[in-house]
């Protein structure tokens, strides 16, 4: 973390300089909450039961739902509602017992779990380009390798659409780890809190559930598609199943030790969320095309640096690999590592970005996470232009961050050692 | 869990044959949110930043001054909210690692909690009538054992004033408490939830964070004060010092992967709430009254049983020990335990109750816990009016629960083999 918090001071003292800083490192949607939403909480403010620990029955038939119009056809009672799905994801890790298997690169927060379970997390790389699968192959060879070194792997976490490459496995690649993770005896956790954020209209994401479905959980919240992070509901799909039975039962158990149930005014307004009426999509929608023409945006600047950068197909994440500028970086800024990569558009640029070791990257890597998140406005009034406008980059906020970002890339690879954009 | 839920089949047939049912089982509080509560959440309805983990400076703020209020200054730093004091105390218990001591009889959740957190919960017995505290002198034998065995406890948890006992665990013992866990080198995880509770005007609950600060973590909500247990909002405040601080570093780094921050809208609502305005004052008092009458009404039919029951002097339980009649619960109805108590109030009188099995009471004992939170009223109309009321028990709809409530009992202790009170 020292990387990451060395970073965040650099940002910390231009801000207490009073110099700007352009936020890239968070993945909070900077957007604000659908006025509808806004309304069904007030209307919910009565609600003060507890309800079933499971969550309420209007939000687990609207989740069953949500997932049905996808192609999951499902029943209410598979569904486990949550206080956000990092929390799910935590009861499921404890609730499923044994080790993890994990993406590299992957979310922190999946390790960090698995060790507070008393787990010990089993990294496995994916494939290039295919981001949040652990490939298919290597995973059987880890797998094979921890239980003949004692351990006890039993589940494998997939992220689809994924975070932090930005990308969409391909449904070949899911339909393999399916197979594998059956053959391998491993429960599926299926993270697909990005599954509203895959650019265009190329229907749902391939998810594991179709290919295994007898083993997969599949969860998801509402705080990536409609901002709604702070309010903290998700929810899980459990497999239908004599084992998917015992697995709800064992969760189910968990939340009732660790959180007793979801904030109740929340449940409303997230079953009124999952249930998509036409105002609830057309948000959706209009978030999803703005983080596309801002990240293309940001990724042309990026790729122009020479940087790989895999085509960014979901999400609001960039992921490049500096790799092909590695002597030039160290040569002009002595910069050899994702960290250093922080460290320099931190301080130099006031650009903040996570390093690649933060998702389990080796040493070495020149990867850094880049979000375009945060870059849509300074207050709701400029949020809002940019969720309606027919080309954000026109507007002179988001012109002026996308330009920042490309300057300040365009200085590490150039190397320059220009003193940076100053505000 | 059987004999508690052969009694909730018992009550659910009874509610399917079109019979009313009398719940005394959950301590879940049947009273509607105030309405300054429900405006606060409406209004931070647009809310939707995950903020601080460990909550916003607004309710870290308000917490502190809610502590400092019964003599304990807080510095807002020493604040951690969490969806929920549950949540909390799980946290903790992960924080601080190693085994830990609850006490018998003692909520359900500290043991489920602790295997949970892959530690092992080391039973303790109260003295007789002050309930939450483990007794001091058994204590440090029950810890050092614990350490001969190679166990390793670090923490131990009392709740004052206390459930399932309804009594306020004397200074004197709490004082010795804290002493004794000093000794032992003991984190006193202190569960205050019904701090507010506590009936007449006895001033603050005797706190272990009075006799230990250094080693004492307090956590409290406002699911049990003012009714809001649906809306997953709690607070801890860690000891001051570098242990404390050490400490706080751990439970945030917890929290962090576990819930993230507790919900925004509700966090601001909370801020209101332990800032303790007059109309939140005169709602918690009463609360406080009401309960204290009901529970009292109740606690007189209980004791003309000739059941053991200690004086109950806060929160809203009673839990009375039929010892005293056991030979005739055994000859007339073939009664054994609390479990067969529990079975008889419900399958015979519709009238859930909690046996003592659930709080860790020994085989053979004859303890039941009866909570009056549930019988204020059949909607908002009803309780409104109970907390208006200069004597509830002249409301028709509590006079006829307590009335219920009292024959159940007498026929138990009647051994008359009537076949209850039919509605």
Known sequence: MSATLAADEALARRRAAGERVLSMASGEIGLPVLPGLRERLAAAS?????????GSPELRAAAAGYWARRGLATDPVQVVAGPGSKSLLYALLLAIGGDVVVPVPGWVSYGAQARLAGAEPVPVPIRPGEGGVPDPGRLREAVSAARRAGRDPRAVVVTVPDNPTGTVAPPGTVRELAEAARELGLTVVSDEIYGDLVYGARGPVPSPARYAPERTVVTTGLTKNLALGGWRTGVARLPDGAAGRELHGRLVSVASQIWSSPPAPVQSAAAYAFGEPPEVTARVAASRRLHETVAGAVAGHVAATGAV??????TCYLYPDFAPLRDRLAGAHGVRDGDGVARFLGERHGVGVLPGSAFGEPAGSLRVRLATSRLYGADDEQRLAALAAPDPLALPWIAEAVAWAGDAVAD??????????RF
Chains 1, 2 share one sequence.
Do not use: D
């Open 412 to 421: 590490l690879a150039a190397g320059a050692g220009a003193a940076g954009r």
């Open 46 to 54: 009565a609600e003060n039961a507890y309800g079933p620990v499971a």
């Open 309 to 314: 950068l895999a085509p960014v197909t979901a």
